[in-house]
């Protein structure tokens, strides 16, 4: 076999579900579209790629000398049916993407087909949810398959479910037959299915809306976006979820590869959500061990606390004394930012008692939330 056809064979071997070769130039037209988007205000706070677009579309500033890139895909978890599940405690829905390990298979496999190339004398490296480079850009170059109106790509009969990563290289490789055609057609589902309705036009969301960066994006959450956030703790698939190619593919009961599921504390048994009054009592570590490598802004917990508590006042039950004990605490918690959601939560589950209670009554970060709650009474005149 030549060097191409030993490369695609390794990542196979090694868990790829999917690869394709793209050559190395400039993505020009994608660092237009991140600083139009940037220009825009479309990026919220948003940094990843929109930080340097000349760095992220540009192969040879990680790379001097790049000419081909190795790109892979990797299938990740179908949904569980949690039809049939009971829980007695609200639990946060994670996207399908932070459910498992195929992370690691996608870096595994794309390791490999590195460690072959540099011994027969390339240089290589491994780029795989990195700010260095535009994953859906190469692989959209490399034939994997097209962009979606939701913007994500998607691979013909396969649908969107699948994280891409790329190994850039000197190693002149011939490249895949590309691009794929578009496969949307007149069909806006992901368009009207957004809960905040973030999609603005064909393939460009914006982040101010988009419930998947608002849930890690630092800072008070969105009053306007808190209802619609539902149960999520982490990302959002409703784009994805009604997507034609990936309905199929759920149907055809594609699992999730060599990736398995991973486990956590304060998982609810037989489901992938996790217990949202565990997340509020567990301490520091045990919480981001329960996040594993979802992005948590300067690793703070109190991040995932916030989540939690707007979870609780979408999910929880105003009666359950449980429930209550853990708003009670937030409540009066020196931070005044949870203290704020707390009182949301409370608001929310129709317990606006609790923002009366001895130590509570009179906090300015819980007078202001009670302030802004729909059919409050006006503030008493100074």
Same mark, same amino acid.
């Given at each position: 076999?030549?060097?191409?056809?030993?490369?695609?064979?390794?990542?196979?071997?090694?868990?790829?579900?999917?690869?394709?070769?793209?050559?190395?130039?400039?993505?020009?037209?994608?660092?237009?579209?991140?600083?139009?988007?940037?220009?825009? $205000?479309?990026?919220?706070?948003?940094?990843?790629?929109?930080?340097?677009?000349?760095?992220?579309?540009?192969?040879?500033?990680?790379?001097?000398?790049?000419?081909?890139?190795?790109?892979?895909?990797?299938?990740?978890?179908?949904?569980?049916?949690?039809?049939?599940?009971?829980?007695?405690?609200?639990?946060?829905?994670?996207?399908?993407?932070?459910?498992?390990?195929?992370?690691?298979?996608?870096?595994?496999?794309?390791?490999?087909?590195?460690?072959?190339?540099?011994?027969?004398?390339?240089?290589?490296?491994?780029?795989?949810?990195?700010?260095?480079?535009?994953?859906?850009?190469?692989?959209?170059?490399?034939?994997?398959?097209?962009?979606?109106?939701?913007?994500?790509?998607?691979?013909?009969?396969?649908?969107?479910?699948?994280?891409?990563?790329?190994?850039?290289?000197?190693?002149?490789?011939?490249?895949?037959?590309?691009?794929?055609?578009? $496969?949307?057609?007149?069909?806006?589902?992901?368009?009207?299915?957004?809960?905040?309705?973030?999609?603005?036009?064909?393939?460009?969301?914006?982040?101010?809306?988009?419930?998947?960066?608002?849930?890690?994006?630092?800072?008070?959450?969105?009053?306007?976006?808190?209802?619609?956030? $539902?149960?999520?703790?982490?990302?959002?698939?409703?784009?994805?979820?009604?997507?034609?190619?990936?309905?199929?593919?759920?149907?055809?009961?594609?699992?999730?590869? #060599?990736?398995?599921?991973?486990?956590?504390?304060?998982?609810?048994?037989?489901?992938?959500?996790?217990?949202?009054?565990?997340?509020?009592?567990?301490?520091?570590?045990?919480?981001?061990?329960?996040?594993?490598?979802?992005?948590?802004?300067?690793?703070?917990?109190?991040?995932?606390?916030?989540?939690?508590?707007?979870?609780?006042?979408?999910?929880?039950?105003?009666?359950?004394?449980?429930?209550?004990?853990?708003?009670?605490?937030?409540?009066?918690?020196?931070?005044?930012?949870?203290?704020?959601?707390?009182?949301?939560?409370?608001?929310?589950?129709?317990?606006?008692?609790?923002?009366?209670?001895?130590?509570? #009554?009179?906090?300015?970060?819980?007078?202001?939330?009670?302030?802004?709650?729909?059919?409050?009474? #006006?503030?008493?005149?100074?």
């Amino acid at each position: 076999m030549g060097l191409r056809e030993v490369v695609v064979a390794r990542g196979r071997a090694n868990g790829l579900d999917a690869v394709g070769i793209a050559d190395a130039t400039p993505f020009e037209r994608t660092r237009a579209d991140l600083l139009e988007r940037r220009q825009a $205000g479309l990026h919220a706070d948003m940094q990843f790629t929109y930080r340097d677009p000349d760095r992220s579309t540009d192969p040879s500033r990680t790379l001097p000398g790049a000419r081909s890139l190795v790109v892979g895909a990797v299938r990740y978890a179908s949904r569980i049916d949690e039809d049939d599940v009971e829980a007695d405690r609200p639990g946060a829905r994670v996207a399908r993407y932070a459910t498992g390990e195929h992370d690691g298979v996608l870096r595994r496999a794309l390791a490999s087909v590195a460690l072959d190339l540099r011994h027969v004398g390339f240089r290589a490296v491994v780029l795989a949810d990195d700010n260095a480079l535009v994953d859906r850009a190469a692989a959209h170059r490399a034939g994997l398959g097209w962009f979606g109106k939701s913007s994500n790509l998607l691979l013909p009969g396969r649908g969107s479910w699948f994280v891409l990563g790329s190994v850039l290289t000197d190693a002149p490789l011939t490249r895949s037959p590309g691009p794929v055609e578009d $496969g949307c057609g007149t069909c806006r589902r992901c368009i009207d299915a957004c809960p905040t309705g973030a999609i603005v036009a064909d393939g460009v969301v914006d982040a101010h809306r988009c419930l998947s960066w608002l849930l890690q994006s630092p800072g008070t959450f969105p009053h306007e976006h808190r209802v619609a956030l $539902g149960d999520r703790i982490y990302g959002c698939d409703d784009c994805q979820e009604v997507c034609p190619p990936n309905r199929r593919s759920d149907r055809r009961g594609e699992g999730a590869g #060599a990736g398995g599921r991973a486990a956590a504390h304060g998982r609810i048994p037989g489901t992938d959500r996790i217990d949202v009054l565990w997340m509020l009592a567990a301490g520091d570590d045990d919480l981001l061990a329960a996040a594993g490598r979802w992005y948590v802004p300067r690793r703070d917990p109190d991040h995932l606390r916030r989540n939690a508590l707007l979870v609780l006042g979408n999910t929880g039950d105003g009666a359950d004394p449980v429930a209550i004990d853990a708003l009670r605490t937030y409540l009066r918690h020196a931070d005044d930012h949870l203290a704020s959601h707390a009182a949301w939560a409370a608001l929310r589950l129709g317990r606006p008692d609790l923002l009366d209670e001895d130590g509570v #009554a009179g906090r300015p970060a819980v007078e202001d939330e009670r302030s802004r709650w729909p059919g409050a009474p #006006a503030p008493m005149p100074a």
